[in-house]
């Protein structure tokens, strides 16, 4: 037998036993539709049976539970088909037996589904267990799968979705997809692919969209797909490419073509253009009688809908249809209806009576001025966006009458009722509307038609009315065909003024309106109450009578009543009236409100008197005026002040939801501590507020006569919408009296509880606390827990078992817990990673109840104890119980064995016993017994502490103590120590530190030279108030990148940066010395002055003079002891008093003499500073101040200002010092002088004969004069104006400084002795620096000039030009040479953005190397800068970005694609020559901006060096054409993950350098480097070092003969692979 049938048979249940075994020629096989069929025999058994099998069909098997083992036998199965094989469960696991390679068509279309008959009785354990479908989908779509065991496969359909491909699905060449399908041209055009779809269509498929119709050729092949035949199609679409080009008359045979079969439920057309519809679809009532949802978008041709009779529609949507202007039909039952983007339609008539419409939106139709709805009863969703400024809605609208009121139906159903028994509506409740005055309206709406009435543009009418099953019509229905409107004066008086007052009782209650982008929007006659708004962009236009809230309805009862009889005054409410209204619930309302501050306060007015919870998305609602003026939101801030919200509605709100805390200045991104205190400000005005993920809620008590008996607590359960994740309660005091309404919390995520008022402490309140926190208990899967200001004295009972009630908790905060004297057993919280406890004054010891008995703290990697003034023992052992019950100690458990961070603050007396516990980063700050106590170290012995910060906790000898047991250390911070002299000799043997800091340490002194041997130390941050040098071995500290030296005396500066020490640090590149040695005038900083001895104290700074303090204090400073200070400063933090008020002026100058007074120092100091002093004079000790040669005043006041008694000065600054007149003339040995913000109307310094340096900035004079300075070497001058300056008699003039100095004339030629010139801020046509041949540097910052002539400057040694541009716009700077500049070595450019440069020869061009001695060219932040066409030859190129840390210690990158462009080098390069470049600081080297840089290989680069980029893979592809490159080296490239695979074609590299810091292996390219002599690798880590040594990426680099690899500990290994 070939061939065997059996398909439909429904009772065929079983098959016999063996039935296969002889059928060896059996090739087709169908068991399609035995729907009873429950089992199969085994296909093959023993080498017999049909394994010939190529077709196997058990569609429709429902019951079939497993196909037989032998079914992975079939190997030459050519067709599968399982679909409807709801049952069948083993298919997934037969895969990996698979032996189907000749298999080209496979259908398991709804395998392993349940039957309908069994889905009601799914329980919830089955659905929340993986879905057997969703499994089978991803096992089947497993990419070995296909390319393997089934590369053959042509056709898979599975849950739904089919793949197709004639060349197979594996090869992905030309692959089809269902149930999107789209159309594509073969046989070069000759035909489309269309037709395919009766090969891959079958009957499980109920979908199908057919795309890109316009590839179809002829109309025909649509024809032969014989669409009308399928009729298990619930849903089509058939779509046009836009961009497609077809004509009308095929688009139109096409469509024609592709009818459906009558069943169709659903129907979407798209992208059509012809101007009429196929006859099927003319005829879509007859066509498509069950249709129950029809699509038309981007219809661009027809100007009409037909949907004459399609009783079963519910939903209708119209997108883009331009032309459109009818829609025949009835629609009875139509639900939702969309209109969307019909751009030219200015008018859309009376929308009839649709009773079972629910669903309106009218989208975008930027011409549409006026819309009219008709009687909508079941009307619950509204939306409007994106209509025209001033448009108008006219909501529920009677045509009949032309009020917009719907006159014939009640908001109850009525109107179901009328149609029904033929009765006619009469009345309103209340209302005499007399049927006279209906048929007399009636007559007015036959009347004459008006210019006001016609039907505009695309619409001649809208027919939509009731029809079907229904005897009669109402009367707004029969009359909601007629297009035309009378005019309002045609009503009578008192009809129009009584239908108008009972509009809004009409119009039923919405559960949605949304309204965006609409300004002035008119809603006639008021806008519909709803439950929730929606409004984006968009305002109202209100009749002036109907600006208050009082015009929106707030009872229908109201509207009913007033204006509706025969007089039109209102009536009074009958008693059983009276009591309706009062039981029907007031509405509540929600808004969700996005765009101005006007508009957020006109509808929180209008919505006040139903508005309970408001919603506010946009970031800008607040007042941006208001933030610009407080950097951060203020402690006074408010809604109102903020948002503008009147206190009318904020008195009447219940919630209020606000933008995420980053958007009010709170921080870059989302912080809960942050959202937290924003909230605390405001939260007194709203009970519930959300920001983000928070909620906060303040208990508020409620009040009934007099006494307090409720609280709000109810609205915190009413408005959780299960959206945030953090739930604050505060004032939780509050809620006395109202225990019975308060619940269980809902699930969130963070919990914090707080009570306010911790300070009034009863023993009624802490039983009432407790019974609040036990019924307060949060959700099972509680991940954070805090408890805040807890009065009771013991915990409830869920805290005490926390174990159990919370076991998922993960961080537990308790702080400013008064009375509690213990604490839960919070160890046995198998998930806790985070524990704070602060402020809990009854806790005097922590013992071994808190771990528990076993694995106590197993996950705890944060534990932090603050402000625990009387914990004076916390126990590091466990407690375990004994036979008998009895507690027993013991130390066999680890107690925090994975702990990370410890920090104790504020604990004097706390003590670990037996030991202190390990972890990676500790924090003791003001704990001093912490250190006095320490013996030990206990816990795992993996916890190597990595950073130790020690503030105010102990003596430098308790610090050397507990430091001989951290020799793992990497980062160290010792602060306020006072009795710190030098570094703890145990820091000696922490070979791995890297950052050191000795700060507020006020008698440290000396570095040892030891400090040489921490060679990974990369910042040094040092107390230097008494150093006085620097230790000859911090030159070997090569990874040292930055040096602090904080609180830095004077003469350590001076070495630093002109003496001694200066080369010392030359290798550092980042040195910080600004800070000086200051202290405040508090009693704090007296009593620690007079801690610091007197050795090396040289330099002091005194600030806060201006501070009240007692002159008897200020004697304590006891300066005068102080030998060895040489410089002092002192500053008050104000110079001057008001000037109408002389008393207080006179009083404080008063007082800064006697304070100045007290402070006199010893007779050996040097330098004095003297700041916003605002007495009359000087005190009498500074002019018997022997050895003072330098004086600085800022800041004060004198009529006259004698200076001439210090004989012995050389240096004297004044800045901002206001006089009448300065007598410098005595001051023969001043060699500096520095003049800062005055002003004279002459200055004669002629006579300061020996005046070396004259700095002169923002100072006011007419004439100054310089001749007779002959001795003067540095002139720097900076924002200044002269009509004539004259220093050419200045010979001796080394250093010339201009910055924004305005004059006439500027004359160098005869200063033929300056070396530097540095000019700022200045703007020339041309620039000429002639004659200056002694000129080694020049500056040139801020400029603007055409043209820069470098004229004989043989001597020149350094350029340096910053931000200059041309005066011309998008014209390149030029810089000229006469000749060659041979001494030049450097220079550095420095942010030229956009610029073009172009560096020649003047008058002439070439390729002549105008710098040929140049060594040094640096681009630091040169964005997009172009030379011009050549860029000089240098020996060494530096092309740098800039990395900083913002304020909230993110870091931020400058620049990112900073490479220049040229066309040409510099003259011709010599052979042999080498050049180095380097590329730091900078981000996005793998980016495709890097990958090829024009005429890059001219440079010929032979070393390369990468520092400091941000970048998962730091090395630009352009480097490839370097064909010279012998060194590559990649430097603190922290983000490096993996080296870039085209590296191992740069076959020239003969030396690699690399910091991996994370990479996990290298990659295989470096075995590619044939070449490579030399492999370095730093800042390994211990698995990638042992991968290199002898793992994975050994073969990769065994071939290199020297190999060096040091890990993160410094620990370096030379590999030889000889060796190994």
Known sequence: MVHLNMSFCPKLQELPTGLFKHMRKLLFLNFSGCTSLEDLPEFVEHDTGCSMLEVLDLSGCAKLPALPESSTELRELRCLNLSGCSKLQNFLKLIPRWKFGTLEYLNISGVGAKSDSEAPGTSAEDQSSQDPIKELELGMLQEDIITQGLFRLKYLSIGGFTLYSEQGIARMVDLLTLPNFNVRLQDDGRCSNILILQQILDVTHRQLNIKCLENVVFSEEAKQLELDRMRQFHSLGFEWSLSGMVSSVKQRAVLGNLRPHRNLQSLSIKGYICTEFPDWINKINDTLPDLVKLVFSDINGCHYIPISQLPKLQELEINNMPRLNKIYGTLPNL?????????????????????????????????????????????????????????????????????????????????????????????????????????????????????????????????????????????????????????????????????????????????????????????????????????????????????????????????????????????????HEHAMQKSIPRLKSKLHIEGSRDQLRQWTELLSTHLDELTITDPFFYDSKYLEEESTVSEHDSLESIYGLSQSCIAKLEKINLPPSHQYGLGECYNYDNTLEFIGRIDSQVPYINIGKVDTFSVKPIEEGGIFCSSNIPLLYKHYDGQSSSLVIKNLENLKGSLGEVQELVKYQQVRLVWSRSDFIEDSSMAEDKAILQKLRPHHDLETIELEGYRGDEFCYWMMNIN?????????????????????????????????????????????????????????????????????????????????????????????????????????????????????????????????????????????????????????????????????????????????????????????????????????????????????????????????????????????????????????????????????????????????????????????????????????????????????????????????????????????????????????????????????????????????????????????????????????????????????????????????????????????????????????????????????????????????LQNITELKLSEERFERLHIDQLQNLKELKFSSVEFGHLHLERLQSITKLELCKKQFEHLHLVQLENLRQLYLFTVKFECVVLHQLQNLEELHLSQIESQKSNKPVFIECSQPLRKLQKIVMTKIINKGLQISVQGGEGDKNLFPGLQHLEMELCENLRFQPSIPRSTHYIISGEIYFDKFNYRRILGSFLFPSFKQVMGTSIPGSTSRMEIKNTSGLSSERWKSIPHLELLNITELTIDKC???????????????????????????????????????????????????????????????????????????????????????????PHIQITDRNGRTEIISPSCT
């Open 804 to 1268: 159990s009630s919370l076991p998922n908790l993960v961080t537990v905060k308790l702080s400013n817990i008064a009375n509690c004297q213990c604490l839960p057993p919070l160890g046995q919280l198998a998930n806790l990673e985070v524990l704070h406890i602060s402020d809990m004054p009854s806790v005097r010891k922590v013992d071994g109840h808190i771990y528990g008995t076993e694995k106590p703290f197993r996950k705890l990697r944060e534990l932090e104890l603050s402000t625990m003034k009387n914990l004076e023992e916390w126990s590091t052992t466990t407690l375990l119980l004994t036979d008998h019950n009895d507690h027993q100690l013991s130390q066999s458990e680890e107690v925090f064995p994975n702990l990370q961070v410890l920090l104790i603050a504020n604990c004097p007396r706390m003590r670990f016993v037996p030991g202190f516990p390990r972890s990676r980063e500790c924090t003791l700050k003001k704990s001093c017994s912490i250190l006095l106590s320490f013996e030990q170290f206990i816990g795992s012995s993996n916890l190597a502490l990595i950073a130790l910060k020690i503030n105010d906790s102990g003596s430098s000898s308790d610090i050397v103590k507990f430091l001989q047991g951290c020799v793992n250390l990497e980062h160290l911070t010792i602060d306020s120590c006072i009795d710190l002299i030098t570094l703890p000799e145990p820091i000696k043997n922490c070979h791995c530190l890297r950052k050191l800091e000795i700060t507020n340490c006020w008698n440290f002194s000396v570095l040892p030279e030891w400090l040489g041997e921490l060679t990974f130390l990369q910042k040094l941050d040092i107390q230097a108030s008494k150093l006085e040098y620097l230790p000859q071995s911090i030159q070997r500290l090569t990874a040292l990148e930055r040096l602090v030296l904080n609180k830095c005396n004077y003469k350590l500066r001076e070495r630093c940066t002109s003496g001694e020490d200066k080369e010392k640090i030359k290798h550092i590149k980042t040195i910080d010395m600004n800070e000086v040695p200051l202290m405040y005038l508090t009693p704090s900083y007296i009593m620690l002055l007079q801690q610091v001895t007197s050795s090396q104290f040289i330099d002091l700074h005194i600030g806060g003079l201006e501070c009240m303090i007692g002159l008897r204090e200020m004697e304590n400073l006891e300066l005068q002891t102080k030998k060895e200070l040489s410089s002092l400063s002192l500053e008050w933090s104000y110079a001057y008093a008001d000037s109408s008020d002389k008393y207080a002026s006179s009083e404080r100058g008063m007082q800064n003499r006697a304070v100045f007074e007290k402070l006199q120092p010893h007779d050996s100091l040097e330098i004095l500073c003297i700041k916003n002093y605002a007495g009359v004079d000087f005190p009498r000790w500074m002019s018997l101040l022997p050895n003072l040669v330098q004086l600085k005043i800022v800041g004060m006041p004198f009529e006259y200002l004698h200076l001439d008694q210090f004989q012995n000065l050389k240096e004297l600054f004044l800045s901002r010092v206001q006089f009448a007149h300065l007598h410098l003339n005595g001051l023969q040995n001043l060699i500096e002088l520095s003049l800062s913000g005055l002003k004279f109307g002459h200055l004669h310094i002629d006579q300061l004969q020996n005046l070396r340096e004259l700095k002169v900035s923002g100072v006011e004079f007419q004439h100054l004069h310089l001749e007779r």
């Open 1510 to 1600: 941000v970048d998962s893979c730091p090395v630009p592809k352009c480097i490839l054409g370097w064909k010279s490159l012998q060194k590559l080296e990649i430097r603190r490239c922290e983000d490096i993950e993996s080296l870039p695979e085209w590296l191992g074609e740069m076959s020239c590299l003969t030396e690699l350098i690399v910091e991996t810091y994370w990479m996990e292996a290298l990659h295989p390219c470096i075995r590619r480097l044939t070449n490579l002599q030399s492999l370095t690798l730093i800042t390994c880590l211990n698995r990638f070092k042992e991968r290199c040594k002898s793992g994975d990426d050994w073969i990769n680099i065994k071939h290199i």
């Open 335 to 575: 639900v939702k209806l969309i209109l969307s983007h019909i751009e030219r339609c200015d008018h859309i008539p009376v929308l009839g009576n649709l009773p079972n419409l629910q669903e309106l939106e009218i989208y975008n139709m930027p011409q549409l001025h006026d819309a009219r709805i008709g009687p909508c009863n079941k009307l619950r969703r509204l939306t409007l966006v994106g209509l025209p400024n001033e448009a108008t809605v006219h909501l529920f609208y009677d045509i009949c009458t032309h009020t917009e009121v719907q006159m014939v139906e009640s908001s109850h159903g009525c109107d179901e009722e009328m149609t029904e028994t033929g009765q006619e509506f009469n009345t309103l409740p209340g209302c005499s509307f007399r049927k006279n005055e209906v048929r007399r309206s009636e007559e007015i709406s036959r009347g004459p038609s008006t210019e006001k009435g016609k039907v505009k543009n695309w619409f001649d009418a809208l027919l939509l009315s009731i029809g079907g099953a229904r005897a009669k019509k109402t009367l707004a229905s029969a009359l909601s065909h007629i297009s035309l409107v009378p005019e309002e004066s045609q009503l009578s008086p008192k009809l129009s003024h009584g239908c108008s007052e009972v509009a809004s009782a009409a119009i039923p209650e919405l559960d949605y309106l949304q309204i965006g982008s609409c300004h002035d929007l008119k809603l006639h006659p008021t806008p519909p109450k709803s439950k929730e708004y929606f409004v984006k962009n968009s305002s109202l236009s209100l009749p002036v009578d109907k600006e208050d809230t009082s015009s929106f309805p707030s009872r229908p009862y109201d509207q009913y009543t007033e204006g509706c009889s025969h007089s039109g005054q209102g009536t009074s409410i009958p008693p």
